[in-house]
């Protein structure tokens, strides 16, 4: 399996130097203060694309020869991946037709089209990305135009690495270690190529969403294999099934990886909107937030995260902020059975509910007769340690109260 070397990222870093400007790299107080690191951010988000999809993709389509530039490029994607190709073949002048699926956000198509401009078509096909990923292969057999591969490209793998090669460069050292995100495993991959041939010490974490964790997945099984389910929420690292090339680089130098929990994700979502001003995605998120699960480095340690996207639609922090509270133990849901009889509400609020709890939620589910009424309660606490001593009330209580836990299949109607 061939695998870019460093001598592909530096030719890389120079086909971007035109294109992708350098991002910033700054420290954060705020999780240095929190881990006891000195930690400091690869701000990916800052960039035209706000990610660093657009490395590889710059890489791959500006490295094409005159005749494959005249058959145009193409790609499968709704997310960054496609927006990176938009803005590669906007400063290249190269033809693209970029295959969506319906489900595409349309502030995502909107935002291809301005990086793309006349460049760009994009087309709707299909209602998953599997099937959008298929038209996009039979168009580039029909029409010859080149497949631009999100990751698993010796090519765009070489472009992703030059964020790593940045970092060394701007640190001025080699820091003790590296956290990225994981989807497909293309940012992962390249840095794990700069790294071992200029700073071999440097510790190298990779972080998973927990609901799609398909490099973990793939080196249990010894190869790629394709997840059965998927946690759509941290989007832009949700992959079923990582590259070839991406695991191979995984498998010769042996990362650590790390599963994070959406609701972690989204409290370091939070904190970087709240705390650092910081508009981050979920899958940008990543990297901070598996920091906050612990890292294996002395205290003190020089720790640089990939925060490797910004393309957030302001519509769901309404979504990251439930998952917070509900990851931090700080909301919760209660089926409660009320007698259908005066005072019963009053009775919970007055004998049940803590001082400082909050109703967020009540709703009635049915009546299952005459007697009583199930209603569905959404309880929010002021501190984690509350919540103990509310169970401990509503088991003394003479109703019957269940639980939904956040694993039941119930809890994402909740959302």
Known sequence: MHLPSPEDVD???????????????????????????????????????????????STLIAGLSEQERSQGVTCASAGN????????????????????PRTTPRQKRQRIAALGGPWVEAVIEGDTYDEAALACAAWADASGATVVPAFDDPRTIAGQGTVAAEVLRQLGRAPE????????????????????????????????????????AAVAAGEPVAL???????????????GAHTFEAVRRHRP????????????????????????AEPAGALAPAAL???????????????????????????EVLERALVHEGL????????????????????????????????????RSNRETGP???GVELQRREDYAPLVARMEDSPLRVEVIDPTSPLFRFLR
Not at 83 to 99: E, K, L
């Open 11 to 57: 030719r890389a870093a120079s086909r971007l130097a035109t294109l992708f400007p350098e991002t910033p790299l700054q420290r954060s107080p705020r999780l240095s203060a929190l881990t006891g690191l000195d930690v400091w951010l690869k701000r990916e988000d800052l960039h035209e694309v706000r990610s660093y999809k657009g490395r590889g993709a």
């Open 81 to 100: 991946h496609a927006q990176g190709v938009a803005f590669a073949c906007a400063r290249t002048g190269t033809r693209a037709r970029i295959f969506l």
């Open 177 to 216: 270690a590296v956290v990225v995100p994981v989807g497909g495993g293309g940012l992962l991959a390249g840095t794990l190529v700069v790294l071992a041939e200029h700073a071999p010490a440097t510790r190298v974490l990779g972080a998973e969403p927990a609901g799609a964790a398909s490099m973990m």
């Open 228 to 242: 059965p389910a998927v946690d759509s929420f941290v989007d832009g690292a949700a992959v079923r099934r990582v």
């Open 256 to 279: 650590a990886l790390t599963a994070v929990p959406e609701g972690l994700v989204c409290v370091e979502m939070l904190d970087l909107y709240q705390s650092d001003g910081i508009i």
């Open 292 to 318: 906050r699960q612990g890292l294996d480095v002395p205290p003190g340690s020089t720790v640089v995260c990939v925060l490797s996207g910004g393309n957030n639609d302001v519509s769901r922090y309404a």
């Open 331 to 366: 909301k919760h849901y209660f089926l409660v059975e009320f007698p259908q009889e005066p005072g019963a509400l009053r009775r919970f609020l007055d004998e049940v509910l803590g001082a400082d709890d909050d109703i967020v939620l009540f709703e009635y589910v049915k």
């Open 375 to 377: 209603a569905l309660v």
